[in-house]
């Protein structure tokens, strides 16, 4: 059963008690921050590490929370930068013991120069859960990571919107969640046709872009979102 929705991309506009009370709301509801150092990375979906910081003290223990980590910075959580670079993979471990619960590492394995190793001895020596990103470049990740605190998220979108053509099965042993074009619009035809291939196991649901006005994550997207699919979640 799907027994957890993440609404990926709380910002600087973000009304973070509007957040708090959505999570108390809906206690299946995880929201996530994006963290990138890459430059190209400039649009409002990405804080400056200061407001993210902001961001987790104010939400720690009243909603649940994930980091997505994005470009330079994924590297960074998986091996020592060298002193004084900022957003330190230090930094994002003190993020983790500030109330992240999560973190998904988006890279492309084939492209990123890093190995199974460095990946999986970074994922088993932080106390949080780490996702990565499942689609056919990142297939040796999902297969070859052999930590216990390892989930894999179905997104060949890649937080462009487009909608999956069909789920797979959750990955055996692993806690699974799936991605791709959902949003206020479908939100219950894609719950539906996900809990239609999963059994018995417990999954996750991930939304981006969908869920975004002008840009801004937009939390009335995200209520609408929530109270749809709350009869159908376990």
């Given at each position: 059963m799907i027994n957890l929705c993440t609404f990926t991309g709380v910002d600087s506009r973000t009304d973070l008690g509007r957040v708090a009370e959505l999570s108390a709301a809906y206690p299946f509801l995880e929201f996530g921050v994006l963290l990138s150092?890459?430059?190209?990375?400039?649009?409002?979906?990405?804080?400056?590490?200061?407001?993210?910081?902001?961001?987790?003290?104010?939400?720690?223990?009243?909603?649940?929370l994930a980091l997505h980590v994005c470009g330079r910075a994924v590297g960074e959580f998986v091996r020592e930068p060298e002193a004084g670079t900022?957003?330190?993979?230090?930094?994002?471990?003190?993020?983790?013991?500030?109330?992240?619960?999560?973190?998904?590492?988006?890279?492309?394995?084939?492209?990123?120069?890093?190995?199974?190793?460095e990946l999986d001895a970074a994922i088993r020596r932080t106390q949080a859960h780490v996702i990565t990103q499942h689609f056919p470049s990142n297939n040796a990740v999902t297969c070859g990571i052999t930590a216990p605190n390892h989930h894999v998220l179905y997104d060949a979108s890649?937080?462009?919107?487009?909608v999956a053509d069909g789920y797979?099965?959750?990955?055996?042993?692993?806690?699974?969640?799936?991605?791709?074009?959902?949003?206020?619009?479908?939100?219950?035809?894609?719950a539906t046709a996900i809990q239609a291939v999963i059994g018995a196991e417990s999954v996750w649901i991930d939304m981006e872009n969908r869920i975004r006005t002008d840009g801004y994550l937009d939390l009335g997207k995200c209520e609408t979102v929530a109270a749809s699919i709350a009869p159908i979640l376990g």
């Open positions: 150092r890459t430059p190209e990375d400039k649009d409002p979906r990405y804080p400056v590490f200061s407001e993210i910081e902001r961001i987790v003290e104010i939400l720690a223990g009243k909603s649940k900022a957003f330190a993979g230090r930094d994002i471990e003190a993020l983790i013991e500030a109330g992240i619960g999560r973190v998904q590492l988006n890279f492309n394995f084939e492209r990123a120069g890093l190995s199974l190793g890649g937080g462009r919107g487009v797979a099965r959750p990955f055996a042993g692993k806690y699974t969640g799936y991605a791709g074009g959902i949003g206020p619009e479908n939100a219950v035809d894609r």
